[in-house]
């Protein structure tokens, strides 16, 4: 199993700009959620979802929208990026209550 | 809503001391766990709580749910090079959404 994959893993975006980070899990989970790492904040949750076509917000969820059309997907879009986006985001997948990271993506919004 | 608050918030220690870490809420938790982030990489699940009072080891890695169901703390003995990286405590709470919150984390440095 490659487990959770994230791609990109380093973007650098200008102001207004949109794009997608893609999350994929090969591990059938039905549970995914999406985090951004921000320095003395920790991991922060933005979106989540408990199965295909269904999603709620976490934590911080402005300026991001996400969709699950399949299980394995769960693809992250700034609609339209600022700097306070800069950071580095964490898409996961659990299994009980044991949560699989991907490995992130670092995103710089200049 | 559900805060966790970690500390330290960093540590730098000499190869070879233990090391103690813990986390806190005014909110009760169902369950607690403990990650470990390796610099460059996603969190890894180090161990799980499930009860108040379980104290639980993986190695040299030993963490306890608290009584109050508020607090949990992490050790870890005789610390070694590979042990650098930030910590993360996270809480399950008794919503049925089930979230995890996560605490600020804690930087370990190991000085050999």
């Known amino acids: 199993n490659a487990g959770v994959t994230q791609t990109p893993k380093f973007q650098v975006l200008k102001t207004g700009q949109s794009m997608t980070l893609q999350c994929a899990q090969d591990?059938?989970?039905?549970?995914m959620s999406w985090y951004r790492q921000d320095p003395g904040m920790g991991l922060r949750l933005i979106h989540y979802?408990?199965?295909?076509?269904?999603?709620d917000q976490g934590e911080v969820p402005n300026g991001y929208n996400v969709s699950r059309s399949t299980t394995e997907d769960f693809p992250l879009r700034l609609l339209s990026a600022a700097p306070s986006q800069t950071s580095v985001y964490f898409c996961?997948?659990?299994?009980?209550?044991?949560?699989?990271f991907g490995p992130g993506t670092r995103l710089t919004v200049l | 809503g559900q805060q966790l608050n970690q500390s330290p918030q960093s540590m730098f220690i000499q190869e070879g001391e233990d090391v103690s870490m813990n986390c806190t809420s005014s909110?009760?938790?169902?369950?607690w766990l403990w990650y470990k982030q390796d610099p460059g990489e996603g969190p890894v699940l180090l161990i799980a709580?499930?009860?108040?009072?379980e104290l639980t080891s993986n190695g040299r890695l030993t963490a306890q749910f608290g009584i109050t169901r508020k607090d949990s703390f992490l050790n870890i003995s005789a610390s070694i090079p590979s042990d650098v990286g930030i910590y993360f405590c996270?809480?399950?709470?008794?919503?049925?959404?089930?979230?995890?919150?996560f605490g600020q984390g804690t930087t370990l440095q190991v000085k050999p």
């Open positions: 996961a997948s659990r299994e009980g209550i044991s949560e699989f």
């Open positions: 591990m059938n989970h039905e549970y």
């Open positions: 979802s408990v199965g295909a076509g269904i999603t």
């Open positions: 909110s009760i938790f169902n369950t």
């Open positions: 709580l499930y009860k108040a009072g």
């Open positions: 996270a809480g399950l709470g008794s919503s049925n959404t089930g979230k995890l919150i």
